[in-house]
């Protein structure tokens, strides 16, 4: 048998192991207490990227007497050994929040699964996550590995960031009183456009349409066609943007200024129309009205629903009522700005996480 066979028969995960041994690095921890943030995003998606700022910026106001380190995702399997060698009792493990759990994206579920079976003495706190799930065999399968590998850690504490979502989880982990279930806004809502280095503008002009082409598109292309005349007949300058910008092991300085950007340019316009997550997130942050489109599963109708009903900036419309969008569109661009101080929520919305954090 040559080498190219033996390649091509080899499971995925042998080969992923083999890998990282052979190209483990050393990370030296400081001395003092630690809060870890796994799978920390050093990719394009400037949502996820949000979260990884989020999430170490809440970490760092909370925990003042720990060190905040953050682990890219593309490190994760290169140093988890390194770190595991040198963990203590007393160190928290936090993995990021986010969109990820679940099947659509196997590749995260299996290093969060990993970082959760690798420090079985240490609190593991998953930050707000949305669970997808359907009834096909390969989601069945996705859900099984969950409750397996979850429910063997004795002091695990995973946060939805929608009820949903934490209604999923209640019903997967029903039988084991291990795994802790909580529910709390996305983290990215906990910070500020302040606080993630926003740019202020003199003055507002045109507005950006922030519409995915993924497989998580909801609308069709009758449906594009009546949102992209809408915001033509409003006379003012239309803008296409989107929330990734491409690039993989991102150094932490060019994602903080990929977030930045993106926020200053929210900042810079008078709407924002979008059916993106955290297109809607950013632009709350940044103070510019927005009109909200559905994607195609419930994180964003629900995160509308839990926490942003009645924001006085925010407009989520149905896909059956987009005929009336311009109604919505005119009503948004009279509505003024907010402030880069303020968050979209308040912040004793997370005191069940603040708790699980700060309670060891």
């Excluded at 850690?153 to 795994?179: C, G, M, Q, W």
């Excluded at 507002?204 to 009546?226: F, H, M, N, W």
């Amino acid at each position: 048998m040559n080498i190219a066979t033996i390649k091509r028969l080899t499971p995925l995960k042998i080969k992923q192991s083999v890998s990282a041994y052979i190209s483990a690095k050393n990370l030296t921890l400081p001395s003092c207490k630690r809060c870890l943030v796994f799978l920390a995003a050093d990719y394009g998606n400037i949502g996820d990227i949000g979260i990884s700022a989020a999430q170490k910026l809440y970490l760092e106001d909370l925990l003042t007497d720990y060190e905040v380190i953050s682990i890219p995702i593309s490190q994760t399997r290169l140093v988890l050994s390194s770190i595991k060698k040198q963990i203590k009792a007393g160190d928290i493990v936090t993995i990021i929040g986010g969109g990820n759990m679940g099947g659509t994206y196997p590749d995260i579920e299996e290093l969060r699964q990993l970082v959760i079976k690798s420090f079985p003495s240490n609190r593991i706190v998953c930050f707000p996550q949305t669970l997808d799930w359907d009834d096909s065999a390969k989601s069945k399968r996705a859900l099984k590995a969950i409750v397996k590998n979850y429910a063997k850690h004795p002091d695990i504490h995973v946060f939805a960031r929608e009820s949903i979502t934490e209604k999923k989880l209640v019903e997967l982990f029903k039988r084991y009183n291990n795994v802790n279930i909580g529910l709390v806004p996305d983290i990215v809502m906990s910070a500020t456009a302040e606080s993630l280095k926003t740019r202020d503008c003199s003055e507002p002009l045109g507005i950006l349409r922030c519409l995915r082409d993924d497989k998580e598109v909801a609308l069709s292309s009758a449906q594009y066609t009546i949102v992209d005349k809408a915001l033509n007949d409003t006379g003012y300058k239309i803008e296409k943007t989107d929330t990734h910008a491409g690039g993989s092991q991102l150094d932490e300085k060019y994602c903080a200024k990929l977030l930045a950007d993106k926020l200053s340019q929210f900042r810079a316009a008078k709407l924002v129309v979008t059916d993106r997550l955290h297109g809607m997130i950013l632009c709350l942050l940044s103070g510019t009205p927005c009109l909200v489109l559905p994607n195609s599963n419930h994180k964003i109708r629900q995160t509308h629903l839990d926490w942003l009903h009645n924001h006085p900036r925010l407009i989520f419309l149905e896909l059956d009522q987009i005929d009336s969008i311009d109604e919505s569109i005119n009503k948004l661009l009279s509505v003024p700005q907010g402030a880069l101080n303020e968050s979209p929520v308040d912040i004793n919305a997370y005191n069940d996480l603040k708790k699980v954090l700060t309670h060891i």
